[in-house]
């Protein structure tokens, strides 16, 4: 079938049109292959199109199968309206900006932010295939990564477009792409330096344009490079062609670049202030037309970021500082006025008080003279002689501008050299790298000069590397399908690369041309026709009719005319030599640097660009400067042409992939499509090239399997044989479908197809179903009506049958009905009856049953009444007692404190009459240091006396007490005995006696004292005379005596405090006692209903207590068990009534066991408070001594003391020493009284548990008792009642962490029954604060807490022992309640309600327990994402569950199933469900088998079901080959399953279900239907889980894959998204889910209730933990 034959009625075709470029029209009439078409244009028009030869008949267009496809190469007819067409299509309809065009990634500017590039979107590319992904930058990225990572070749991507396309956009996504793919998730110090290079550079290299707000004025490849394991550790930059031009002059509405409007905008901070700048519009360089603001743009803000940039590559405060000074004195040289002068205004210069030159000077740190000097004058050498000669204003100016140009450049260069020194790789070198090449498109303006001419010539040779790559391509893909082809011809461009380049080309003539002395444009311009229109013609160049200045070229994209003016200064790129050595010897070190000789080793500046004087050189009057300079005469020209070639080279021997950049429209307004604009940079960016050298071939390529699916309506005899020799199938259709058999070729795996032959086989294809849809009508029609015939005669039947039977069912009703009747009424009455009888039974118990509970209640009463007042009187009695023993014994402290404090004033005054006549004395006689000297011996012989006689005096008091506690003693033990009154009479005359002698003793005492007195007083009236002159010094002692009182009056403080604590103690003590009592009485009346039954017998043995005594209790004492049991008058009785214990209700239960118990823990309670009130007073005599002594050494050290203001004669400063040193060691002794007194406490407390354990009587099976002559304790046998607590020496706690915890083996812990570690750990801290040990149970929480850490990055990556760790360590802290004064509940265990003990706060350590739980959860979790993640995709999107419904016809471009992997199928042989359900039980079974929460496990899983559903959506919305019918039931399938999965498991509770919603209405909106204006509502109002522009983005991706399906239209797109409009107000831009997001998790606290126990407990031997003791 010939081309013409598709030029049928209703086939569309594309007309040129001057405003829309092309324009589609439908045929009316079938072409007969002569005359003209008659069309019809889209505004309803019919117009007559000539067809003079058959080729010049108009495109057709696609069909509509193959609308908004996503590679330009599948469609069926390859040509330039087709292009645009499907781009605008993809842009405005669909809102794609990428799309394919073979190996080319076109993408569209939308001059809008779109949320496409955010985290979860690389998150989706990475690791995927790029051909079955929507395009996008990332496909590109990724495909390049790939093929670096597995073929370890070097990758380059080249972005080219013109200015305002986007470039730089997508050269920073490709950059952020690798950062991420390249790192970790958490950028690396190397990522985040590769990506702070973009704001530097946009600063310093991007300006404003009329195209652009952010037109980069320079071109840059970064060479990213890749370590083995695909890490980036290192980059490099090369720049090329900076315009320099741009710094002192801007076209209207443009800008200079960014960095000087941001410096300006921040002008205002500190640091900036001295640079003087002002308003970027009072700036010549930078003033341009008064537009100095972009729109949207914060130029202050920005350059905070660039500041940041710079910090992060690591270029130093003050080095910012200095690159400041430097773009700021740049601005201020541009304010520099230069005046004419001189007769003919030959002459020029500067004023003398410039200002702007002074600041240019000092920022710059240059003389200014010298620079003001050679700003205006320039150096000459004629005949040998050097001569200074003036310039012109004109040339001075041209001189002025020309070195800030080369000073910007140098600092653009430096800054290029310092970006890559921070990016360099130090620790190993790339073993691969992907090169990004961000370079200017091809440009054509009204006017072109020098830099497009060189713009131009890099997009050509970049062109020819391009061309020549796409046709290495196909013979690539023809030569691996075998298959028989002929050379595809192409355009190249070689010969306008000749012409530029070659010898005697354009620039060897403008190089040739800058050498000569008088070298001019116009002699230039005349060699360029010369050389390339007389003598050596050449079909790419020509000259232009109206112009001698200007010549025309004949580029790869279009005809430029350049105007020579300009091309030789450009070229040549002069600034004087002068202004240069001035710089140099400038103070600023940065300033030096710009201008060193020497650039740095192996490099060319701007990397590889330029020489050291960049895109210029130096021009001197001294021939030595221009001998020593020669090697920098290197051209602009010349020096682009070399970095073009290197970069030429580099790109040749890497793997390039193509990004080509549109610009939609020139107004910069969000998706505005211009088809005129858009034209030209197709044509200009060699995407048009790409389809003609594709069509040249075989464009339409279709494996077998794939076309026998399409097309098995058209191949006849029931498709495929049996033996499903495809290709034998394919090969007998198309010799009968297409009869030329030069339009199809069949390769290995693949049938080729040239252009247009697919919408051939199309139209067939719609033909033969069309017929086939007829006959299928007609069958159906008939169908319904016979069907419809049977089912009115069914239905007719039916009712017959129903009525019937309906009428006897009815008349049998009534019969049993009538007879139930009757046997209703018989019942009813019996009924009646029956309840009358029982009403009066009733009534007459219940009134005997009222009557015998009076009775009861009345005598119950009465006897309550006789209790009560028992009680009452005993109570007031006991109440009576104790206020008058109180009364007497606070009027007895009283009296002893008031005459204490008597003999203490008494005392105080005596000694101050002391010191004073002491002072007086010294004062007086100073000469007499021998005599003071004898009176201080005599003083210390005196003093030792003394202490003598009260040593005595404390034992004879020690021996009397002894012998009173023996009387005492002996006096109990005849009162016991029933003893003879005489015994007691002669023992009473020995205690008087005794205390007759103390009294005399005392006495002696007294007068001893009394004769010292004396003797201190004789002293006394010796210094009488020295008391005069002692008054200043008397001043002072009175300020160390006060201070002295008030450090005692801390002291006494203190004790009280201690004092009144430990009366707190006491009070506690007693409130503890009485609640006691109070559990007492409910144990009793528990008890009594058990004993009413049975009587309680005790055996015959008993039990004793016998207790270690302080001093001031007699010795108690029992008889042997054998022989008295448990009686009134036993000892037990005699120690209750020596230690005060009231036996009140104990009384009525003596023949009771509990009231032993009862009775004990009274004893107990009693002895501990009398050893506490004993202890307490024997330390507050110790103290009281030695607060005695000490004041009395500071008495006398007052007394002794020297006025400060005379010397202190040797031997009284040795005195004085000696007495400091003993008041010294008596404070010490004090402090260390206190520090063991604190000890005691310490001691006490923990005794007081000791006791409360041992001493406390229990019941044995044996009643065994050990006693000895201290005390008694109890064996520990069976029916010992313990505490149910673990104790755990401090030795072996890091043991007990080690065997629990840490060396803990997978196998032997899962085996562990629930919670046991968490149990154990509680017992043992549980026993540490029982104890009291605060210290050791926060040590104890902090070992653990360190261990469950330690187990958990041990076990990362296991799910069971992670779980283990998870249940363990929410348990503990559950265990961990009862020891929280905030959180521990009121009925916990009784242990812990001793009031004497204060139980430490372990919230800190819950508070560490929660976080733990946290992070084991989330462990736990990332172990299976990182399992799940793989499967996914394979899983949920291309397992294919339901058999027989196979999509396996889906089309993937041949272009990019180049960089498919081999053997990867749809589906086939891949994970399917059952692997993510497998993954999904291994973790619940962990979970269930460590007994964790039902919420807790439905939080999990929710978190799981988002992952799930979000990865597997965001796959879905960027892939094209799984958006069909078909995959959407697979997909509704698959997600079934895993639905009912966890619904079996009663999961769905906490939202597990809920969380695959999105996933569920994606797969349902691929089944519904898609045409009417019904299902659009339809669609709006059941997909509510997911957004607006995910529903419009799945329905543009939907694909057909069978002849029952049908494209969705564009009308109905455009319908539903009328109808989302309304829904998406305040919704977010969101396309993709955030696979990241993270739900809160709730731990529930479940305390174990009853409270745990040791002996619960089954611990097995394999943990080794038998040094824990049970107690």
């Given at each position: 079938?010939?081309?013409?034959?598709?030029?049928?009625r209703?086939?569309?075709?594309?007309?040129?049109?001057?405003?829309?470029?092309?324009?589609?029209?439908?045929?009316?009439?079938?072409?007969?292959?002569?005359?003209?078409?008659?069309?019809?244009?889209?505004d309803?028009?019919?117009?007559?199109?000539?067809?003079?030869?058959?080729?010049?008949?108009?495109?057709?267009?696609?069909?509509?199968?193959?609308?908004?496809?996503?590679?330009?190469?599948?469609?069926?007819?390859?040509?330039?309206p087709?292009?645009?067409?499907?781009?605008?299509?993809?842009?405005?309809?669909?809102s794609?900006?990428?799309?394919?065009?073979?190996?080319?990634?076109?993408?569209?500017?939308?001059?809008?932010?779109?949320?496409?590039?955010?985290?979860?979107?690389?998150?989706?590319y990475?690791?995927?295939?790029?051909?079955?992904?929507?395009?996008?930058?990332?496909?590109?990225?990724?495909?390049?990564?790939?093929?670096?990572?597995?073929?370890?070749?070097?990758?380059?991507i080249?972005?080219?477009?013109?200015?305002?396309?986007?470039?730089?956009?997508?050269?920073?996504?490709?950059?952020?792409?690798?950062?991420?793919?390249?790192?970790?998730?958490?950028?690396?110090?190397?990522?985040?330096?590769?990506?702070?290079t973009?704001?530097?550079?946009?600063?310093?290299?991007?300006?404003?344009?009329?195209?652009?707000?952010?037109?980069?004025?320079?071109?840059?490849?970064?060479?990213?490079?890749?370590?083995?394991?695909?890490?980036?550790?290192?980059?490099?930059?090369?720049?090329?062609?900076?315009?320099?031009?741009?710094?002192?002059?801007?076209?209207?509405?443009?800008?200079?670049?960014?960095?000087?409007?941001?410096?300006?905008?921040?002008?205002?901070?500190?640091?900036?202030?001295?640079?003087?700048?002002?308003?970027?519009?009072?700036?010549?360089?930078?003033?341009?037309d008064?537009?100095?603001?972009?729109?949207?743009?914060?130029?202050?803000?920005?350059?905070?970021?660039?500041?940041?940039?710079?910090?992060?590559?690591?270029?130093?405060g003050?080095?910012?500082?200095?690159?400041?000074?430097?773009?700021?004195?740049?601005?201020?040289?541009?304010?520099?006025e230069?005046?004419?002068?001189?007769?003919?205004?030959?002459?020029?210069?500067?004023?003398?008080?410039?200002?702007?030159?002074?600041?240019?000077?000092?920022?710059?740190?240059?003389?200014?003279?010298q620079?003001?000097?050679?700003?205006?004058?320039?150096?000459?050498?004629?005949?040998?002689?050097?001569?200074?000669?003036?310039?012109?204003?004109?040339?001075?100016g041209?001189?002025r501008?020309?070195?800030?140009?080369?000073?910007?450049?140098?600092?653009?260069?430096?800054?290029?050299?310092?970006?890559?020194?921070?990016?360099?790789?130090?620790?190993?070198?790339?073993?691969?790298?992907?090169?990004?090449?961000?370079?200017?498109?091809?440009e054509?303006?009204?006017?072109?000069?020098?830099?497009?001419?060189?713009?131009?010539?890099?997009?050509?040779?970049?062109?020819?590397?391009?061309?020549?790559?796409?046709f290495?391509?196909?013979?690539?893909?023809?030569?691996?399908?075998?298959?028989?082809?002929?050379?595809?011809?192409?355009?190249?461009?070689?010969?306008?690369?000749a012409?530029?380049?070659?010898?005697?080309?354009?620039?060897?003539?403008?190089?040739?041309?800058?050498?000569?002395?008088?070298?001019?444009?116009?002699?230039?311009?005349?060699?360029?026709?010369?050389?390339?229109?007389?003598?050596?013609?050449?079909?790419?160049?020509?000259?232009?009719?109206?112009?001698?200045?200007?010549?025309?070229?004949?580029?790869?994209?279009?005809?430029?005319?350049?105007?020579?003016?300009?091309?030789?200064?450009?070229?040549?790129?002069?600034?004087?030599?002068?202004?240069?050595?001035?710089?140099?010897?400038?103070?600023?070190?940065?300033?030096?640097?710009?201008?060193?000789?020497?650039?740095?080793?192996?490099?060319?500046?701007?990397?590889?660009l330029?020489?050291?004087?960049?895109?210029?050189s130096?021009?001197?009057?001294?021939?030595?400067?221009?001998?020593?300079?020669?090697?920098?005469?290197?051209?602009?020209?010349?020096?682009?042409?070399?970095?073009?070639?290197?970069?030429?080279?580099?790109?040749?021997?890497?793997?390039?992939?193509?990004?080509?950049?549109?610009?939609?429209?020139?107004?910069k307004?969000?998706?505005?499509?211009?088809?005129?604009?858009?034209?030209?940079?197709?044509?200009?960016?060699?995407?048009?090239?790409?389809?003609?050298?594709?069509?040249?071939g075989?464009?339409?390529?279709?494996?077998?399997?794939?076309?026998?699916?399409?097309?098995?309506?058209?191949?006849?005899?029931?498709?495929?044989?049996?033996?499903?020799?495809?290709?034998?199938?394919?090969?007998?259709?198309?010799a009968?479908?297409?009869?030329?058999?030069?339009?199809?070729?069949?390769?290995?795996?693949?049938i080729?197809?040239?252009?247009?032959?697919?919408?051939?086989?199309?139209?067939?294809?719609?033909?033969?179903?069309?017929?086939?849809?007829?006959?299928?009508?007609?069958?159906?029609?008939?169908?319904?009506?016979?069907?419809?015939?049977?089912?009115?005669?069914?239905?007719?039947?039916?009712?017959?049958?129903?009525?019937?039977?309906?009428?006897?069912?009815?008349?049998?009703?009534?019969?049993?009905?009538?007879?139930?009747a009757?046997?209703?009424?018989?019942?009813?009455?019996?009924?009646?009856?029956?309840?009358?009888?029982?009403?009066?039974?009733?009534?007459?118990?219940?009134?005997?049953?009222?009557?015998?509970?009076?009775?009861?209640?009345?005598?119950?009463?009465?006897?309550?009444?006789?209790?009560?007042?028992?009680?009452?009187?005993?109570r007031?009695?006991?109440?009576?007692?104790?206020?008058?023993?109180?009364?007497?014994?606070?009027?007895?402290?009283?009296?002893?404190?008031?005459?204490?404090?008597?003999?203490?004033?008494?005392?105080?005054?005596?000694?101050?009459?002391?010191?004073?006549?002491?002072?007086?004395?010294?004062?007086?006689?100073?000469?007499?240091?021998?005599?003071?000297?004898?009176?201080?011996?005599?003083?210390?012989?005196?003093?030792?006396?003394?202490?003598?006689?009260?040593?005595?005096?404390?034992?004879?008091?020690?021996?009397?007490?002894?012998?009173?506690?023996?009387?005492?003693?002996?006096?109990?033990?005849?009162?016991?005995?029933?003893?003879?009154?005489?015994?007691?009479?002669?023992?009473?005359?020995?205690?008087?006696?005794?205390?007759?002698?103390?009294?005399?003793?005392?006495?002696?005492?007294?007068?001893?004292?009394?004769?010292l007195?004396?003797?201190?007083?004789?002293?006394?009236?010796?210094?009488?005379?020295?008391?005069?002159?002692?008054?200043?010094?008397?001043?002072?002692?009175?300020?160390?005596?006060?201070?002295?009182?008030?450090?005692?009056?801390?002291?006494?403080?203190?004790?009280?405090?201690?004092?009144?604590?430990?009366?707190?103690?006491?009070?506690?003590?007693?409130?503890?006692f009485?609640?006691?009592?109070?559990?007492?009485?409910?144990?009793?009346?528990?008890?009594?209903?058990?004993?009413?039954?049975?009587?309680?017998?005790?055996s015959?043995?008993?039990?004793?207590?016998?207790?270690?005594?302080?001093?001031?209790?007699?010795?108690?004492?029992?008889?042997?068990?054998?022989?008295?049991?448990?009686?009134?008058?036993?000892?037990w009785?005699?120690?209750?009534?020596?230690?005060?214990v009231?036996?009140?209700?104990?009384?009525?239960?003596?023949?009771?066991?509990?009231?032993?118990?009862?009775?004990?823990?009274?004893?107990?309670?009693?002895?501990?408070?009398?050893?506490?009130?004993?202890q307490?007073?024997?330390?507050?005599?110790?103290?009281?001594?030695?607060?005695?002594?000490?004041?009395?050494?500071?008495?006398?050290?007052v007394?002794?003391?020297?006025?400060?203001?005379?010397?202190?004669?040797?031997?009284?400063?040795?005195?004085?020493?000696?007495?400091?040193?003993?008041?010294?060691?008596?404070?010490?002794?004090?402090?260390?009284?206190?520090?063991?007194?604190?000890?005691?406490?310490?001691?006490?407390?923990?005794?007081?548990?000791?006791?409360?354990?041992?001493?406390?009587?229990?019941?044995t099976?044996?009643?065994?008792?050990?006693?000895?002559?201290?005390?008694?304790?109890?064996?520990?046998?069976?029916?010992?009642?313990?505490?149910?607590?673990?104790?755990?020496?401090?030795?072996?706690?890091?043991?007990?962490?080690?065997?629990?915890?840490?060396?803990?083996?997978?196998?032997?812990?899962?085996?562990?029954?629930?919670?046991?570690?968490?149990?154990?750990?509680?017992?043992?801290?549980?026993?540490?604060?029982?104890?009291?040990?605060?210290?050791?149970?926060?040590?104890?929480?902090?070992?653990?807490?360190?261990?469950?850490?330690?187990?958990?990055?041990?076990?990362?990556?296991?799910?069971?022992?992670?779980?283990?760790?998870?249940?363990?360590?929410?348990?503990?802290?559950?265990?961990?309640?009862?020891?929280?004064?905030?959180?521990?509940?009121?009925?916990?265990?009784?242990?812990?309600?001793?009031?004497?003990?204060?139980?430490?706060?372990?919230?800190?350590?819950?508070?560490?327990?929660?976080?733990?739980?946290?992070?084991?959860?989330?462990q736990?979790?990332?172990?299976?994402?990182?399992?799940?993640q793989?499967?996914?995709?394979?899983?949920?999107?291309?397992?294919e569950?339901?058999?027989?419904?196979?999509?396996?016809?889906?089309?993937?471009?041949?272009?990019?199933?180049?960089?498919?992997?081999?053997?990867?199928?749809?589906?086939?042989?891949?994970?399917?469900?059952?692997?993510?359900?497998?993954?999904?039980?291994?973790?619940?079974?962990?979970?269930?088998?460590?007994?964790?929460?039902?919420?807790?496990?439905?939080?999990?899983?929710?978190?799981?079901?988002?992952?799930?559903?979000?990865?597997?959506?965001?796959?879905?919305?960027?892939?094209?080959?799984?958006?069909?019918?078909?995959?959407?039931l697979?997909?509704?399938?698959?997600?079934?399953?895993?639905?009912?999965?966890?619904?079996?498991?009663?999961?769905?509770?906490?939202?597990?279900?809920?969380?695959?919603e999105?996933?569920?209405?994606?797969?349902?909106?691929?089944?519904?239907?898609?045409?009417?204006?019904?299902?659009?509502?339809?669609?709006?109002?059941?997909?509510?889980?997911?957004?607006?522009?995910?529903?419009?983005?799945?329905?543009?991706?939907?694909?057909?894959?069978?002849?029952?399906?049908?494209?969705?239209?564009?009308?109905?797109?455009?319908?539903?998204?009328?109808?989302?409009?309304?829904?998406?107000?305040?919704?977010?831009?969101?396309?993709?889910?955030?696979?990241?997001?993270?739900?809160?998790?709730?731990?529930?606290?479940?305390?174990?209730?009853?409270?745990?126990?040791?002996?619960?407990?089954?611990?097995?031997?394999?943990?080794?933990?038998?040094?824990l003791?049970?107690?």
């Amino acid at each position: 079938m010939s081309g013409t034959e598709l030029y049928t009625r209703g086939a569309r075709v594309w007309l040129p049109d001057p405003e829309e470029v092309w324009v589609s029209a439908v045929i009316l009439q079938d072409f007969r292959g002569e005359g003209s078409l008659l069309l019809q244009l889209p505004d309803g028009q019919e117009v007559q199109y000539p067809v003079a030869p058959p080729s010049a008949l108009p495109p057709l267009a696609n069909p509509e199968v193959q609308e908004g496809e996503s590679d330009l190469t599948a469609l069926s007819h390859l040509h330039e309206p087709g292009v645009l067409h499907t781009l605008r299509l993809r842009f405005l309809d669909y809102s794609c900006i990428y799309t394919y065009c073979g190996i080319v990634l076109v993408a569209i500017n939308p001059y809008e932010d779109l949320p496409i590039y955010g985290a979860e979107v690389i998150d989706a590319y990475s690791g995927q295939d790029a051909a079955h992904m929507d395009p996008h930058i990332f496909s590109v990225a990724e495909e390049a990564y790939r093929h670096m990572a597995r073929e370890e070749q070097n990758q380059s991507i080249i972005i080219s477009g013109e200015s305002g396309a986007g470039k730089t956009v997508s050269a920073k996504f490709t950059m952020r792409y690798f950062a991420a793919v390249g790192g970790s998730a958490q950028q690396t110090s190397v990522e985040e330096r590769v990506l702070a290079t973009n704001p530097i550079m946009e600063a310093i290299g991007n300006a404003k344009t009329t195209r652009n707000d952010n037109s980069s004025r320079f071109g840059k490849y970064i060479e990213i490079g890749f370590g083995r394991h695909g890490d980036i550790i290192g980059a490099k930059m090369r720049t090329y062609l900076l315009e320099k031009s741009r710094v002192v002059f801007q076209a209207s509405e443009e800008r200079n670049y960014h960095i000087f409007y941001q410096l300006c905008a921040s002008r205002d901070l500190p640091e900036l202030r001295e640079l003087k700048l002002a308003l970027a519009a009072q700036f010549r360089y930078s003033s341009g037309d008064g537009q100095a603001q972009i729109p949207g743009t914060d130029d202050a803000a920005q350059l905070e970021r660039t500041r940041h940039a710079l910090t992060i590559l690591g270029v130093r405060g003050d080095q910012q500082m200095e690159l400041f000074r430097i773009l700021a004195a740049i601005l201020h040289l541009g304010n520099v006025e230069i005046r004419a002068s001189g007769r003919d205004s030959e002459r020029s210069s500067i004023n003398a008080d410039d200002v702007s030159l002074s600041l240019f000077s000092r920022l710059l740190g240059v003389e200014r003279s010298q620079m003001g000097h050679w700003l205006c004058h320039r150096r000459l050498v004629v005949g040998g002689e050097t001569v200074v000669r003036p310039m012109a204003v004109g040339a001075a100016g041209g001189a002025r501008d020309a070195l800030a140009k080369h000073l910007y450049d140098r600092l653009f260069t430096w800054t290029v050299r310092r970006l890559n020194t921070a990016l360099r790789a130090h620790r190993r070198m790339p073993k691969t790298f992907i090169g990004v090449l961000d370079i200017y498109g091809f440009e054509m303006f009204e006017r072109n000069s020098f830099e497009q001419f060189c713009i131009n010539y890099a997009n050509e040779k970049l062109q020819q590397q391009f061309n020549q790559r796409v046709f290495q391509l196909e013979q690539e893909e023809y030569v691996r399908e075998e298959l028989g082809w002929r050379r595809v011809g192409f355009s190249d461009n070689g010969p306008c690369i000749a012409l530029i380049e070659g010898p005697l080309g354009l620039l060897d003539l403008l190089d040739e041309e800058c050498r000569m002395p008088r070298g001019s444009d116009d002699s230039w311009a005349q060699k360029l026709y010369e050389q390339h229109q007389k003598h050596k013609p050449s079909p790419h160049f020509s000259k232009p009719r109206l112009s001698n200045t200007a010549f025309i070229v004949v580029h790869f994209a279009d005809t430029v005319q350049y105007e020579c003016e300009g091309f030789l200064d450009k070229n040549r790129d002069t600034v004087f030599e002068e202004p240069i050595n001035i710089l140099k010897a400038s103070q600023s070190e940065l300033v030096a640097e710009l201008f060193q000789e020497e650039p740095p080793e192996g490099t060319i500046s701007p990397s590889g660009l330029k020489s050291a004087v960049p895109n210029g050189s130096l021009r001197s009057g001294r021939r030595g400067g221009l001998s020593a300079h020669r090697e920098h005469k290197l051209t602009v020209g010349c020096q682009f042409r070399q970095s073009l070639q290197l970069l030429m080279d580099t790109l040749n021997s890497t793997t390039p992939h193509y990004v080509r950049c549109i610009k939609p429209n020139d107004l910069k307004r969000p998706f505005l499509f211009d088809p005129k604009r858009a034209v030209q940079q197709l044509r200009a960016c060699g995407v048009l090239e790409t389809i003609r050298i594709s069509a040249a071939g075989y464009p339409s390529r279709w494996t077998y399997q794939e076309f026998c699916s399409r097309y098995r309506v058209l191949l006849g005899g029931g498709g495929v044989g049996p033996d499903g020799d495809q290709r034998a199938a394919c090969d007998r259709a198309l010799a009968q479908l297409i009869p030329d058999s030069d339009q199809y070729q069949f390769g290995r795996t693949k049938i080729f197809f040239r252009a247009g032959q697919v919408a051939l086989l199309e139209r067939l294809r719609a033909e033969r179903l069309r017929w086939g849809a007829v006959v299928l009508q007609s069958r159906l029609r008939g169908w319904l009506s016979r069907r419809r015939y049977q089912l009115i005669r069914r239905a007719v039947l039916t009712l017959q049958r129903y009525t019937r039977g309906a009428l006897a069912r009815r008349w049998a009703w009534l019969l049993r009905v009538s007879r139930a009747a009757v046997l209703l009424q018989s019942w009813f009455r019996s009924v009646r009856v029956q309840r009358l009888y029982l009403r009066l039974r009733s009534a007459a118990v219940t009134v005997q049953a009222y009557t015998r509970g009076a009775i009861a209640r009345s005598a119950y009463r009465q006897l309550r009444r006789e209790r009560a007042a028992c009680v009452l009187q005993a109570r007031v009695r006991s109440w009576l007692s104790r206020r008058s023993f109180l009364r007497i014994r606070a009027a007895t402290l009283y009296l002893q404190c008031c005459y204490r404090r008597r003999q203490a004033q008494r005392e105080l005054r005596r000694r101050r009459l002391e010191a004073k006549s002491v002072e007086r004395y010294r004062q007086l006689h100073r000469g007499l240091e021998l005599k003071l000297i004898q009176l201080q011996q005599r003083a210390d012989q005196q003093a030792q006396e003394c202490a003598e006689l009260r040593g005595v005096l404390c034992s004879e008091r020690a021996c009397h007490c002894a012998e009173l506690a023996r009387l005492q003693g002996e006096l109990e033990r005849l009162r016991h005995q029933d003893q003879a009154r005489p015994a007691l009479v002669q023992l009473e005359g020995e205690r008087e006696r005794e205390r007759e002698e103390s009294r005399r003793a005392q006495e002696r005492d007294v007068q001893e004292i009394a004769r010292l007195t004396q003797a201190l007083q004789a002293l006394q009236v010796e210094k009488v005379s020295f008391q005069g002159e002692r008054d200043e010094l008397h001043t002072r002692l009175l300020e160390q005596e006060r201070t002295l009182e008030e450090r005692v009056a801390q002291q006494s403080s203190s004790l009280g405090a201690e004092l009144e604590e430990q009366r707190r103690s006491f009070q506690k003590l007693l409130r503890e006692f009485s609640r006691l009592e109070q559990r007492y009485d409910n144990l009793k009346e528990e008890l009594t209903l058990t004993q009413r039954s049975w009587g309680h017998r005790r055996s015959d043995s008993a039990q004793s207590l016998v207790l270690d005594h302080s001093p001031p209790l007699s010795p108690v004492s029992s008889p042997p068990p054998d022989r008295m049991g448990w009686t009134p008058t036993a000892p037990w009785e005699s120690l209750m009534e020596s230690l005060g214990v009231a036996k009140d209700r104990a009384e009525r239960m003596r023949g009771e066991d509990l009231r032993h118990a009862y009775d004990a823990v009274r004893v107990a309670n009693k002895f501990l408070e009398s050893q506490l009130l004993s202890q307490r007073e024997q330390w507050e005599r110790e103290l009281c001594a030695l607060r005695g002594q000490g004041q009395g050494g500071r008495g006398l050290a007052v007394a002794l003391g020297p006025p400060l203001d005379t010397p202190i004669p040797p031997a009284v400063q040795e005195q004085l020493s000696t007495l400091v040193s003993e008041n010294m060691d008596l404070q010490e002794q004090l402090e260390a009284r206190e520090r063991e007194a604190g000890r005691l406490r310490e001691e006490l407390k923990a005794q007081r548990h000791t006791l409360a354990l041992q001493h406390a009587p229990t019941h044995t099976g044996s009643g065994a008792v050990v006693t000895s002559g201290e005390e008694a304790l109890p064996v520990t046998q069976k029916g010992v009642e313990l505490l149910g607590l673990l104790e755990c020496q401090r030795r072996d706690e890091g043991r007990l962490i080690r065997n629990l915890i840490t060396d803990l083996r997978a196998e032997p812990a899962l085996s562990l029954p629930l919670g046991l570690p968490a149990r154990l750990l509680s017992l043992v801290i549980g026993q540490a604060v029982v104890s009291g040990e605060e210290t050791r149970a926060r040590s104890l929480c902090a070992s653990t807490i360190a261990g469950l850490k330690g187990a958990l990055k041990k076990h990362s990556a296991d799910v069971g022992m992670t779980a283990l760790w998870l249940s363990n360590t929410c348990l503990l802290s559950d265990l961990l309640i009862q020891y929280c004064p905030a959180t521990r509940p009121a009925d916990s265990c009784d242990w812990s309600e001793e009031p004497a003990r204060v139980t430490p706060d372990l919230s800190e350590a819950r508070r560490a327990l929660a976080g733990l739980s946290i992070q084991a959860y989330q462990q736990l979790l990332a172990i299976t994402e990182r399992r799940l993640q793989p499967l996914i995709v394979p899983a949920l999107l291309e397992s294919e569950g339901i058999a027989g419904l196979s999509s396996s016809s889906t089309k993937t471009p041949a272009s990019r199933l180049r960089g498919v992997v081999e053997g990867r199928g749809s589906g086939v042989g891949g994970p399917g469900v059952a692997a993510v359900l497998g993954e999904l039980g291994v973790l619940e079974a962990a979970m269930v088998r460590q007994a964790l929460p039902p919420t807790l496990r439905g939080q999990a899983f929710r978190q799981l079901s988002h992952l799930l559903a979000a990865t597997a959506l965001n796959s879905l919305l960027l892939r094209r080959d799984v958006c069909s019918w078909s995959r959407g039931l697979q997909i509704r399938y698959n997600v079934s399953q895993l639905e009912e999965w966890l619904r079996s498991h009663s999961l769905q509770l906490e939202g597990a279900v809920d969380a695959l919603e999105p996933l569920i209405q994606a797969a349902q909106l691929l089944q519904v239907s898609k045409r009417s204006e019904g299902d659009a509502q339809a669609i709006v109002d059941t997909c509510t889980a997911l957004s607006s522009q995910q529903i419009v983005k799945i329905l543009t991706l939907y694909t057909p894959h069978s002849e029952a399906e049908e494209r969705v239209t564009l009308n109905f797109i455009r319908s539903v998204q009328a109808l989302l409009r309304a829904r998406c107000q305040g919704e977010l831009r969101q396309l993709l889910l955030d696979v990241h997001r993270v739900f809160p998790v709730t731990f529930p606290s479940l305390p174990p209730t009853p409270p745990l126990r040791a002996d619960q407990l089954d611990i097995p031997a394999g943990l080794k933990l038998s040094f824990l003791r049970r107690v």
